[in-house]
């Protein structure tokens, strides 16, 4: 004890000392962290960005709850089984708010990548990493639109010189002034890629994308300049003229899918697929008898080979069609219904923009400008694609867990499919196979459900849906068309909170690309 004290004792008057001689200048570093900086070069910044919008953004509850909309999955239990049964969630403020706040730190952080790296900016100069950078803002702002309609963004992360907001309550912005904004980011940026970066100060292999190679960052904008320009075909004033456009964009966009926007450093151990984090931990999906009938009456080989049992064997298709969750009716169970493959897959990357997508808005360009002939192969590039994606999760998921599973989604496994199955549907129904062929490829691991709740909702827009019948029974007056405002602006800002409402607008009012005003 007599040791203690005589040791604080020690420490105080050795403070003392200390203190007395500092000086101020010394005094006014204590509190500084060094571990967080008040200014990070831009690089640094971008990689942060990039894990985000593929993790958070891409792979994260948009996904995860429009698997559920587009009945990829059941949801079975907890906020996903509310969601099937359209129990609270759609409407509330708190469902998608972790994504929400998400969103609107990328956009407040590519707001100032792009001041840093544009003129006048302490970067001026980096002219690929602030390209970089547009393509992220029109990424962000293309999934916070697409699924939320009108929102606050030209107010939104920007700051005062002290670092303060300069807007605390930021007005709303109308869809249909956001969606050319997205296009003049993404034109911009493919300029911007054109050049270079400062010496010592260009992203190099913070660049968990694409590892620095501007080329293949200014073929994804092109590409997504094609998925987003089909998104607006409801509203267009020169359709024909979008859709020449659209493949001209995709002729600039990815050879083949080595060149894909594709967030891939999951190595199963410290760094894990979103889905697959979801899935271990929680366990809220079940599989889909929507999707399995789907598999079932196109004779696809990918109802045989995807789904497995808590046991972990893979089971046939009628053996997870016979325990199967319904679509909006499931009961509240986990461990219970038979489950996807892909779920429990650690490793597959998330897909931010696939080789297999541009193919099949490729093919869809073709058959609506009535050039079906020249889609048909277009379209069979992406079936053999999109199998070959599926498959590194199954293959994944069977490695990790030892399932011993069957699993050959091979060339010609899907060529032999397109060829048997496919085709002579496609002959007679082309839009219908391509549109079906798309939904079906989007299942899975890879954050691509995002993108097939869009197309749902065009398709529908355009009287089009048709094209894939979904099963809920709620459907009929509870199909979300748009999700919800995030709580932590419903709460603080009047703008958002008088757009929000009572919530249930979700299910009347479509966002203005679907023909809707908001």
Known sequence: MKKTKIFGLFLIVAGAVLITSCSKKELDKINENKNNPADVQAKFILTDLMTSTAFSVVGGDISLYASVYIEHEVGVHGQLYNAETRTGEPVS?????????????????????????????????????????????????????????????????????????????????????????????????????????????GVGSQDLIYGGNKANWAKAAYG??????????????????????????????????????????????????????YSYSRDGLGASTSLLTK??????????????DYDFVQLTLDEVMADAAPNGTPAQQQFVYPIS???????????????????????????RLDRSEEAEPVLKDAVINAFGNLGRSLNSANDYWGIDADIDLSEDVATGYFNDEVLPRFTADPLKETMLQKYL????????????????????????????????PLNTDRFPLRYTYGNSDVSANPNVSTAYGDGRYVYTENVWWAGGTR
Not at 242 to 268: K, P, R
Not at 295 to 308: S, V, W
Not at 341 to 367: D, N, Q, R, V, W
């Open 441 to 472: 490829a989007f299942y899975g691991a890879s954050g691509e459900a995002t993108e097939a709740y869009n197309d749902y909702r065009r398709l529908k827009a355009l009287g089009e849906d048709d094209l894939i019948e979904l099963a809920n």
């Open 93 to 201: 403020a708190t469902t998608y708010n972790n994504t929400w706040g998400s969103i609107y730190n990328n956009i407040k952080a590519l707001k100032i990548v792009i001041a840093k790296t544009s003129a006048g900016g302490e970067e001026e100069g980096n002219d690929v990493t602030c390209g970089i950078a547009k393509v992220l803002l029109a990424y962000n702002l293309g999934v916070l639109t697409d699924y939320f309609g009108d929102v606050p963004f030209s107010e939104s992360g920007l700051m005062n010189p002290d670092g303060s907001p300069a807007f605390m309550q930021p007005a709303m912005d109308k869809q249909s002034d956001l969606y050319p904004q997205i296009q003049t980011l993404l034109d911009e940026a493919i300029v911007l890629l054109a050049g270079s970066d400062m010496a010592g100060k």
């Open 295 to 308: 598999f079932k009456d196109l004779n696809d080989p990918r109802g045989e080979q995807a789904f497995m």
């Open 224 to 277: 997504l300049k094609a998925r987003y320009l089909m998104h607006t075909l409801k509203v267009s004033t020169d359709a024909e003229g979008d859709l020449t456009n659209i493949l001209d964009y995709i002729d600039q966009s990815f050879e083949d899918a080595s060149e894909e926007m594709s967030f891939s450093i999951y190595d199963g151990d410290v760094n894990v697929n979103p889905l697959f984090a």
């Open 341 to 367: 493959m892909a779920e429990y897959a650690p490793t597959p990357p998330t897909l931010l923009l696939s080789y297999h997508e541009l193919m099949f808005l490729k093919a869809e360009a073709l058959i």
